[in-house]
């Protein structure tokens, strides 16, 4: 649920059960991933699904938040302020170049 902590949950989860979880997580993008020892795991205690699901929920939170500050970054399109112009004095010498010869 958006807004919520990922980690919220309502029994405590080892430490040695979400290094597993974590491992397991990271080997799902081997191609070598043994899905049946996998399964296996998953089973054997309802807390090692709880553990990979929460993993899973960070995993989504982070892409959703890469995305979303991406957007902003996207939407932010508007030039910088010039503002380097009025230190190096941008303004008078525009003025100098164009002012009409002969005046004043």
Known sequence: MPG??????????PDR???????????QSDD????DAFTLWLEADPRHRMAFDQLCNI????????ET???QVAANDDPAPRRWAYWTGEPA???IF?????SG
């Open 4 to 13: 919520e902590c990922a980690w919220v949950n309502k029994m405590t989860i």
């Open 93 to 95: 010498s525009s003025f």
């Open 59 to 66: 995993d989504a939170d982070l892409d959703n938040l890469r």
């Open 32 to 35: 070598a991933m043994d899905w």
């Open 17 to 27: 059960i979400i290094e597993e979880a974590s491992a397991w997580f990271v080997r």
């Open 98 to 102: 164009f002012r009409p010869f002969g």
């Open 69 to 71: 500050t991406a957007t």
